[in-house]
């Protein structure tokens, strides 16, 4: 497969964003802050997003000290807000680290052997804003069915909850106010109470994460119908051209199936059931 990296912001999705916000200058409790990255409808599996998550009530999963490591990553991207007014958020060219190739391409291949592959359900997510006030990230909360194992040794292990990574979210911060960040992606993530197969991206491969334990999302298959179910842009154009070896398939075969995929690109099979 062909691809072309660019590792200026660790989310998998495609092309240049560019943003720029308008000052803030409400200071009422009621006051929504709106920052978008496109004025389109976004699509229905990302509707989540827009679900308000209250940061006054809400818990960590993580330890402080973890928190500060994943903070540091994001409070770098989204430059801290230093005027105690609160005059607003800027966001620049935030870049993507993958853009894939218009040229159809094998479904799979061997390169990339540092990206995890793993059958997981979403179980739940949680909102975080940066510590300079900067911006707001996402975590989805995963829940781990099955393990891959690739030529790297992975330390994942079924039953094991991790967290995937996401720029943006919508949330009511510590004073009351309403904000809304780059929550209207036209890429496709997934979908909380559904099961995935899932390329995921350790942060260890972006960013110094150190202790962060955390990963980011690539390629996802929906598996929740039963049937196999491309959601990526290019995966979904495999199977429309009818090149795909898994979409369309029963969910019960692909274990077996994509172990094959493995074994015959050089990678091992099954590692945790």
């Known amino acids: 497969m062909e691809w072309v990296a660019k590792t200026t912001f660790p989310f998998l999705f495609f092309g240049l964003v560019f943003i720029v916000s308008p000052p803030l200058t409400a200071q009422s409790s009621q006051a929504m802050t709106v920052i978008s990255s496109s004025s389109r409808p976004i699509p229905a599996i990302n509707l989540w997003r827009k679900t ?3 940061l006054r ?9 973890v928190r500060a490591v994943r903070d540091a990553y994001w409070n770098s991207r989204f430059p801290p807000v230093t005027d105690e007014g609160g005059h607003g958020y800027f966001c620049c060219d935030t870049g993507a680290i993958i853009v894939r190739s218009k040229v159809r391409s094998p479904e799979f291949t061997a390169a990339n052997t540092n990206y995890q592959w793993v059958i997981g359900t979403f179980e739940s997510y949680r909102v975080y804003q940066t510590s300079g006030r900067g911006g707001l990230y996402t975590e989805m909360n995963i829940r781990i069915d099955h393990v891959f194992q690739q030529r790297q040794p992975t330390n994942l292990n079924a039953g094991q909850l991790i967290d995937i990574a996401v720029r943006g979210g919508m949330a009511q911060d510590q004073t009351g106010k309403v904000i809304d960040f780059l929550t209207s992606d036209q890429a496709p993530l997934i979908e909380p109470g559904h099961k995935y197969l899932m390329q995921i991206i350790p942060c260890s491969l972006v960013t110094d994460c150190s202790t962060g334990g955390y990963f980011f999302l690539g390629r996802r298959w ?3 119908s039963g049937v196999v179910t491309p959601v990526d842009e290019f995966d979904v154009g495999i199977a429309k051209d009818g090149l795909s070896a898994i979409s369309g398939k029963p969910t019960d075969m692909l274990i077996e199936t994509f172990q094959t995929i493995l074994s015959q690109l050089g990678i091992s099979g099954s590692h945790n059931n």
Do not use: A, H, M, N
Not at 57 to 65: A, I, K, L, Y
């Open 222 to 224: 929906d598996l929740t």
């Open 57 to 65: 009530t809400q818990t960590d999963t993580v330890s402080p000290d």
């Open 52 to 54: 308000l998550v209250d």
